[in-house]
């Protein structure tokens, strides 16, 4: 498997553009594309003028902003979820001979998580219907070695705050709620990881943020993120970027949810394709991709290929790691799910054209 060190929920694959694997070639519907206004120029303009690239007064201002976002009394920025992730680990006093219960799917895969954290990845199955965290196999999964809990909104499926919370207090455990590039996400986890990379509604090409309200904690990641044996803070010219992209997010976000609304009114005319949830109650999906099931994974491949070759770039998750864990529902997502492109300024003329196109796929 393929670690991904901050560049998205999913541990993924992104499938060529054609047979020969000619990775020269440039999608004419990328899966992703940022755009970036004369505002982020400004911004650096001004973190290269003032001299402090590490560390100044941009990275401040930042963490200010994505603190008002989130409504969070206190955020770190760092340079990826691995390292966001090492400091939570750090102040836990999580080690060797420690579980951690965590999804196969997330911004940090398990053998990332055993790898750099030392601890050892207690994998939980996934929710059938929203494709979150299932918070039943959570429960199950805590044993008398479990130190911690990260739990995933994997594909966008915010899972609940107040069950999550509620089992941590039971197992006293750290809970961390890693809601991926979604800053639309909610979250009322005492620890909130988002990821900043190019694919997430706010993107600096790699880095994360962590987000608390305890101020001793915040003070402790930060002293551990400027010390010299870490030093992982994010930079202030990629802080810059994204306090641009945080002024204009209600927005972004708003934009990413008539692209997705399109999405699924389209793909209800397509049979043997599947969209997860929208809505439930008071929970939302948070749009920074945009997931479909297809019947199995060899339909999957078929319109992914047939995609591929009309120049739309597609990604899909990797065969998910498991541990001896019994996680049936989400072996059985990774094989039958596929990420569409999903941008602010997709326009409806390229999703009429990737829907018409999955539709000519299946219909083979």
Known sequence: MTDTLGVTMIPRRTVPLSDQDDRTRVPVVPLTRTFANGRELELVDEVLRSGRLHDGPMLRRFEERIAHVTGSAHTVA??????ALQLVAATSG???GDEVATSPFGAIGPSTIARVLGVTPAIVDIDPVTLGTDVNALAAAIGSRTRGVIAVDAFGWPTSPELLG??????????????????GARSAAPITLISLDARSQVGVGSGAVLCTDDAALAQAWRELAASASIDCRLGDVAAAIGLAQLERLPRTIAMYELVADDYVRLLERVPGVEVPPVRSGDLARSWSRFWILLDDSEARDRVARQLSSSGVETEMPDPVEHGGASIATATGVAAR???????PQLSPQQQERIVATIHDAIEQ
């Open 337 to 343: 799910a596929l990420a569409l492109p999903c941008w």
């Open 78 to 83: 760092t340079s990826s979820p691995v390292t």
């Open 94 to 96: 999580w080690g060797i």
């Open 166 to 183: 509620t089992i941590a207090r039971d197992h006293d455990v750290v809970l961390v709620q890693d809601v991926g590039g979604a800053l």
